[in-house]
T-cell receptor, first 114, second 109 residues
C-alpha cells in the first residue's frame, strides 16, 4: 500500500515569506502529526490532527499552524519565516493517534530559509 | 516532563561486531516505547514498539528490550546496510511522542 506522501520534498524561501507543506496519509489513517527535525534539537513535536481537529500542540510559536481536511490530508503553514525555521519537516500518520500503536513517517520536506 | 536520552551519540562497528544502543527515559505513565531507524535525508522507519518491562522483540539482526527505566537495541553481527541513526521515542498515555536525540551507527565493511 502507498506510504505517507509529503510535498514538496525541497523548498527554499526567503525570510519573512510564508510556506505551506502538505502531508497525505496512508489510506485509512486519520491521525496526522507534524514534527520539526534539526541537527541541534532533534525531532520536536509540532501538532497533531485527528478528524479535522487539532488534538495536541507542541511548544512552537503561533507562526506555525496546521489544518486537516475531511480526507485526512493535512497541511502545515509557517508564516513570517525566520532563518531558524530551516529544518526537515516530517509528518507521521497512524490509524487513530494517541494512544496509537505505530506511526509511519513520510520522507519529509526540507525547508531552507535564506 | 517526559525525557529521553540515548547513548552513545555515535558508534562505529566493524561488520560482524555485535553491540547495544541504550535509550533511557523518564515518563509519567508509559504507554509505549518505540524504536525507529532513520537514513540520511529520509523519514524515520518504524522498527519496534515495546509496552511493558521485560518485553522483547526481534527483527532480523535487531533485538529490542525494555526495563522500567531504559531500553536496549541489540545489534547482532551487523552489516554495512545497518548504518543509520537509531531513534528512540516514548509515549505517555494520551500524549504524543517524545524523541531522543538518536545514536548514529556506522558499520564498516
Amino acid at each position: 500500500k502507498a506510504g505517507v506522501t509529503q510535498t514538496p520534498r525541497y523548498l527554499i524561501k526567503t525570510r519573512g515569506q510564508q510556506v505551506t507543506l502538505s502531508c497525505s496519509p496512508i489510506s485509512g489513517h486519520r491521525s496526522v502529526s507534524w514534527y520539526q527535525q534539526t541537527p541541534g534539537q532533534g525531532l520536536q513535536f509540532l501538532f497533531e490532527y485527528f478528524s479535522e481537529t487539532q488534538r495536541n500542540k507542541g511548544n512552537f510559536p503561533g507562526r506555525f499552524s496546521g489544518r486537516q481536511f475531511s480526507n485526512s490530508r493535512s497541511e502545515m503553514n509557517v508564516s513570517t519565516l525566520e532563518l531558524g525555521d530551516s529544518a526537515l519537516y516530517l509528518c507521521a500518520t497512524s490509524l487513530s493517534g494517541p494512544p496509537n500503536t505505530e506511526a509511519f513517517f513520510g520522507q519529509g520536506t526540507r525547508l531552507t530559509v535564506v | 516532563e517526559d525525557q529521553v536520552t540515548q547513548s552513545p551519540e555515535a558508534l562505529r562497528l566493524q561488520e560482524g561486531e555485535s553491540s547495544s544502543l541504550n535509550c533511557s527515559y523518564t515518563v509519567s505513565g508509559l504507554r509505549g516505547l518505540f524504536w525507529y531507524r532513520q537514513d540520511p535525508g529520509k523519514g524515520p522507519e518504524f522498527l519496534f514498539t515495546l509496552y511493558s518491562a521485560g518485553e522483547e522483540k526481534e527483527k532480523e539482526r535487531l533485538k529490542a528490550t525494555l526495563t522500567k527505566k531504559e531500553s536496549f537495541l541489540h545489534i547482532t553481527a551487523p552489516k554495512p546496510e545497518d548504518s543509520a541513526t537509531y531513534l528512540c521515542a516514548v509515549q505517555a498515555w494520551g500524549q504524543n511522542f517524545v524523541f531522543g536525540p538518536g545514536t548514529r551507527l556506522s558499520v564498516l565493511p
